[in-house]
């Protein structure tokens, strides 16, 4: 998918959805995201950007012993030459305002998912499993013990803000590609009828 292929692609899910500030605010209401929220989603994000080189490495590790990410991308290059992506995607998670632009950097993501046919279950057990590792650091960064579980549950909120929107992109690309073939069909039948 070309870049350009890509926003084209992004902004058809996008107009689909009727994405404008009412629906942010009705998706934030419904996930009971609340200001509060992101204030902790904000120290998470701090959190996570200012981990050290070490975390970072522990973290290339952890991925590469991953069963269901190496079934993902059937070998380990994918994640060796993809490193500076996923570092950056976690890295901006939780960092951005939730608006329109944040909806379309995480409907890029269910677009690649969809190119690449990769299992939806099998990338959210991986998904999954990367979050419970940044979780984990996250409470041992913590010193104190009460706010652990406000900031588990607003972590919490937001993996599922972003799992909801990565498989609403790889869902709606399935549907249209299936809608593509139809009429594919339908015209070749046609010109099949005509001969």
């Given amino acids: ?39 902790i989603i904000s120290h998470i994000h701090h959190l996570i950007n200012t981990a050290p080189d070490d975390f970072w490495e522990g973290f290339h590790s952890y991925l590469m012993n991953i069963n269901s990410l190496k079934k993902l991308f059937n070998n380990n290059s994918f994640v060796k030459n993809h ?48 979050y419970s590792y940044i979780l984990e650091y996250l409470e041992n960064k913590v010193t104190d013990i009460s706010s652990i579980l406000p900031i588990i549950k607003s972590f919490i909120k937001i993996v599922f803000l972003d799992l909801s929107l990565i498989l609403y992109a790889y869902f709606f690309m399935k549907d249209k590609k299936l809608l593509d073939s139809k009429k594919e069909l339908e015209r070749l039948s046609r010109a099949y009828r005509l001969i």
């Avoid at 692609?9 to 500030?21: A, G, H």
């Avoid at 934030?28 to 509060?36: D, G, N, V, Y």
């Avoid at 269910?110 to 046919?117: N, R, S, T, Y």
């Fill in 1 to 39: 998918i070309t870049m350009k292929n890509l926003d084209r692609l992004i902004t058809l899910i996008s107009n689909n959805l009727n994405i404008d500030e009412k629906f942010i605010e009705e998706l934030q209401h419904t996930l009971s995201i609340k200001p509060h929220d992101t204030e």
């Fill in 83 to 130: 490193t500076h992506a996923l570092n950056d995607y976690f890295k901006r998670f939780a960092s951005e305002q939730i608006d329109n632009e944040y909806f379309l950097n995480r409907f890029k993501v269910g677009v690649q998912l969809e190119k690449f046919d990769i299992n939806p279950i099998l990338f959210s057990t991986t998904y999954s499993h990367i």
